[in-house]
């Protein structure tokens, strides 16, 4: 709130904003919210907690594919490399895979 208030131009785009523009931000706000702090808490409630801290790391490898399919922008090497790298160290933690009962509901 402070950096809308205290700058006129972030104002002027606040105010600006449609009702559907409105309905958009109260949707990610409950997606990002509601669903994604819940689903945090379920996994952990099912996996422990650095497995749950692994497969949010993961997060930026999915943007980045949603990145290169939605919005046609592709990684640079760098970013094509930490990517390799993060999909390697889930690995490495991960196998030989060994999800048993509920825990499927915690990667899920």
């Known amino acids: 709130m402070p950096f809308v208030l205290l700058n006129s131009t972030n104002r002027a785009a606040v105010r600006s904003l449609t009702r559907k523009d409105w309905g958009r931000l109260a949707l990610l706000g409950v997606v990002f919210y509601t669903l994604t702090q819940g689903s945090q808490f379920l996994s952990l409630a099912y996996l422990p907690a650095a497995m749950v801290s692994l497969l949010l790391n993961l997060t930026p490898v999915i943007v980045g594919v949603f990145g290169m399919i939605f919005l046609?922008?592709?990684?640079?090497?760098?970013?094509?490399?930490?990517?390799?790298?993060?999909?390697?160290?889930?690995?490495?933690?991960?196998?030989?895979v060994d999800i048993q009962g509920v825990q499927g509901a915690g990667v899920g």
């Open 72 to 96: 046609r922008e592709h990684p640079s090497l760098g970013q094509w490399f930490g990517i390799a790298l993060t999909v390697i160290g889930v690995a490495v933690f991960f196998l030989p």
